[in-house]
């Protein structure tokens, strides 16, 4: 069986996918990512892929949205804005990579397409090879509505394709913990962390002498978020713990000494280092959320633009995590991340909870029966 992974231009979208096309590789498939932009760091963990929007650039993309739809800006950075700002950004990211994505799959003839919900050019390449296309959540917000409004901003690419209309995806897998998210249709998969990219120290292998807390920052430029560790290393010297920045900006180190219970790291796969912590503070990414609900580890999450707030809330209303604004993040909020028991409770019941959701191995046989 040959396999494409559709992922729109964007490291935290790609990855997500990965667990489950290492799966499908070692059962003996043939796989290929389609992606683009930062997205193509996917090939890092030895995957084929392929660039389908050369010259991408998220940042231009959002710049000309953004200025044209002034309103749905600040909705945005204020992250009340629904799904209207996704439509805009993510339809025109689309319109980006449709052709590239269609004309690959007129080549590689594939004979299933896993696509990730902002990435409907998949689902349109599925249509014009008549193949099962599969839908592959990656957030916590609802994956079909998240492809209804893309879509709609799609008519163009649609008919350059020579597709009426999108058929209906053969399956829905769903990674976000019911708890968290509430019941969904479609079939269940553990969100496997993937490793990531860089290289482990060894001192974060294993705990330290003191509680640790990552502090990481989103992978994509933009507004909203920049002061999320410059407020940690302000309030980090009142704190028993050990803080570990992953790739710190220039604003904090432009700061003058950190704390000397402060270290600096560049990139490294931080899912690998969250079992060794006892909490994470994060900009509140879905990649990041479920990262660490995924490994049972408390979180401060920062509401923020886009899905951050909406995200942020879930996890707070789980009882998993705490949302601080940035301004609001003190000693007391970080002392409470690592030694509250009800928030420590409440993430390793979802951390349990998704680990008895089937594995992306146990998947495979049930992506195989889709073909004919």
């Known amino acids: 069986m040959r396999v494409i992974f559709a992922s729109a231009p ?20 043939q796989v290929l990512f389609a992606t683009g932009g930062d997205g193509l760091a996917v090939g890092r963990t030895g995957l084929p892929v392929e660039d389908i929007a050369p010259g991408f650039r998220f940042d231009r993309i959002a710049r000309r949205t953004m200025l044209r739809h002034p309103l749905v800006a600040r909705a945005e950075l204020a992250g009340r804005g629904g799904t209207r700002g996704v439509a805009l950004l993510f339809g025109a990211a689309n319109e980006q990579m449709t052709d590239g994505l269609v004309s690959l799959a007129d080549r590689w003839q594939p004979d299933l397409v896993v696509y990730e919900p902002l990435a409907v050019a998949g689902a349109l390449a599925a249509a014009r090879r008549a193949v099962p296309a599969v839908l592959h959540e990656n957030s916590l917000f609802d994956g079909a509505e998240l492809v209804r409004v893309t879509a709609a901003r799609l008519v163009r690419a649609q008919q350059r394709s020579g597709i009426g209309s999108l058929r209906p995806s053969a399956a829905t897998l769903t990674i976000a913990p019911p708890s968290v998210v509430g019941a969904r249709a479609g079939w269940p998969l553990r969100g496997v ?9 060894d001192w974060l292998r294993e705990p330290g002498a003191r ?25 980090a010297a009142g704190v028993d713990a050990e803080f570990v920045l992953v790739r710190p900006d220039r604003r904090v180190l432009r700061q003058g000494p950190l704390p000397e219970n402060v270290r600096t790291v560049d990139w490294i796969p931080i899912n690998a280092a969250l079992p060794h912590c006892a909490g994470v503070v994060h900009h509140g990414g879905a990649g990041s959320v479920l990262g660490a609900l995924a490994a049972g580890v408390p979180q401060l999450v920062v509401p923020g633009p886009g899905d951050r707030r909406h995200n942020a809330e879930l996890v707070a209303t789980r009882g998993a995590g705490l949302a601080v604004p940035e301004r609001a993040i003190t000693a007391a909020e970080l002392h409470r991340l690592v030694t509250d028991p009800a ?4 993430a390793t019941e979802v951390h349990q909870e998704m680990a008895a959701m089937p594995s992306p191995a146990d998947l495979v046989p049930r992506l195989e029966a889709l073909l004919p």
Do not use: Q
């Open 10 to 29: 964007l490291l935290g979208h790609a990855f997500p996918m990965v667990p489950l096309a290492e799966a499908l590789r070692d059962a003996g498939h």
């Open 343 to 346: 928030v420590a409770s409440a």
């Open 193 to 201: 962390p993937p490793t990531g990219v860089g290289e482990l120290p």
């Open 211 to 235: 509680p640790r807390i990552l502090v990481s920052r989103s992978t994509v430029p933009g507004p909203g978020g920049g002061a999320l560790m410059s407020a940690v290393v302000r309030a």
